[in-house]
Structure formats: C-alpha cells, structure tokens
C-alpha cells in the first residue's frame, strides 16, 4: 500500500514522531547531572530544529554533537540555573508553609515566570550561534518580552504533565513523554521562525551597510575575475 511506503507522507510522520521521542530520552537521561542539563536542553533544540527543517540528522550523532560543543559554555550557566531554581522552591515553599498574604505570592509567581521563560529561551539561541553568554541572556530576555503569550504558555505545558503525573503515577513517564515530543515539536517551529526572521534582518542590514559603504559607482562594478 502507498501510504507503507517509505517516503508516504504516513511514513514520515512516524518517523519524524520517532526521532522527536528518541531526542526526549536523550535530554532526560544527559540532563540528570546538574551541570549538564544546558548542555543537553541545547542539543535537544539542535536537533529538534533540525528535524522540523527536514534535514533528516543522524539524531544520536548530532545530539552529542551539539552536547559536546556547548558543554562548556553552559556549565556555569547550568549551576546557576539550578540554584535560582533551588531558591525559588524554597521561596515557594515558605509562602505555602506560612499564610502569607497574597500579593507575595503573586509578585514570587511573576519573577518565578519571567526566569522560567528567560530560560526556556536561552539555550536554543546557544544552540543556534555562536554568542557569549550575557548576549544570549539579552537576546532571550528580548524573546521573552516579544513573545510573552507564546513562551508563557510554553512553560504552562513544559509543566503540566508533571502536575498530572501526580494524580496518574503509573503513567506519569508515558504522559510526560508524550506531551514534551508534541511540545519539541511545537517550540522547534516556533524557533526555526523566529531565528529566521532574526537572520533575514541581520542579512537584510547587512546589504544595506554595504551597498552604502561601496557607494552608487562601485555597486554597479562587475569584479574582474
């Protein structure tokens, strides 16, 4: 039957559903020493662009790929995350623990969010370029502001099956795995896009930078080879 076929748009479907499951895994097992856990959300977003792209990458080879290549940029920034995140908990905890009122915990919920979401933005922007650190921390917090509704919302999902594991323990691993591929999905197109409308006017600007730098004559000049 045609849609058994190999390149039947069925076919590619399973397969595309079959890469983005095998990248989960790889970021849930690489992402279980803290100071990895970048390293391995930059090879997770590699990869899934990649796909969305259609480029069809070796998924295990170009993972470790991107992994290896970012580890170290990302070390620092991985620790630093987890004891934002540590402090956060903590915070969130007390407020529970204690009647607090309730602006407090309104004000903790909104710094909590907007790290979470600078976060979600900044490992696939080292994914995608070769940029320091404290850039990229700009460039997401940018993200994040442009995009508030979308990233939002992407941190409600990243969430949501964790909460629902809870009430449904047995198959917490099945629900996690299954709406964080749908997500992988979702984000990698949404980054694809964004970055390529970032490189069409970085590319854009560029053009316009060098026709003025040439000037009107030396524009019209055909190179001698």
């Keep these: 039957m045609k849609f058994m076929a ?59 790929s991107s992994f290896t290549k970012n580890l170290k940029q990302t070390i620092l920034p991985s620790i630093v995350i987890s004891l934002i995140l540590a402090l956060l908990t903590a915070d969130w905890i007390y407020l529970f623990k204690n009647s607090t009122e309730v602006v407090y915990k309104w004000g903790l919920f909104v710094v909590s969010m907007v790290f979470l979401m600078m976060v979600f933005c900044l490992f696939p922007i080292i994914s995608r370029y070769e940029i320091k650190t404290k850039d990229a921390v700009k460039m997401a917090l940018g993200m994040e502001a442009w995009h508030f509704v979308r990233v939002f919302f ?23 795995l299954f709406v964080h591929t749908v997500m992988l999905y979702y984000n990698s197109a949404f980054f694809v896009k964004e970055f390529d409308k970032v490189e069409e006017k970085l590319d854009l600007h560029a053009d316009q930078t060098g026709k003025e730098e040439a000037g009107p004559e030396e524009t019209d000049q055909i190179p001698e080879e």
Excluded: H
């Design 6 to 64: 190999f390149d039947s748009p069925v076919m590619q479907a399973i397969s595309r559903a079959s890469d983005y499951v095998l990248v989960n895994l790889l970021w849930a097992v690489c992402s279980l020493p803290v100071f990895t856990a970048g390293a391995a959300m930059c090879a997770k977003y590699y990869v899934g662009m990649k796909i969305y792209r259609g480029e069809e990458p070796a998924v295990i080879r170009s993972f470790f």
């Design 154 to 176: 992407a941190i409600v999902f990243f969430a949501l099956p964790f909460f629902i594991g809870i009430w449904y323990f047995k198959w917490a691993w099945l629900i996690c």
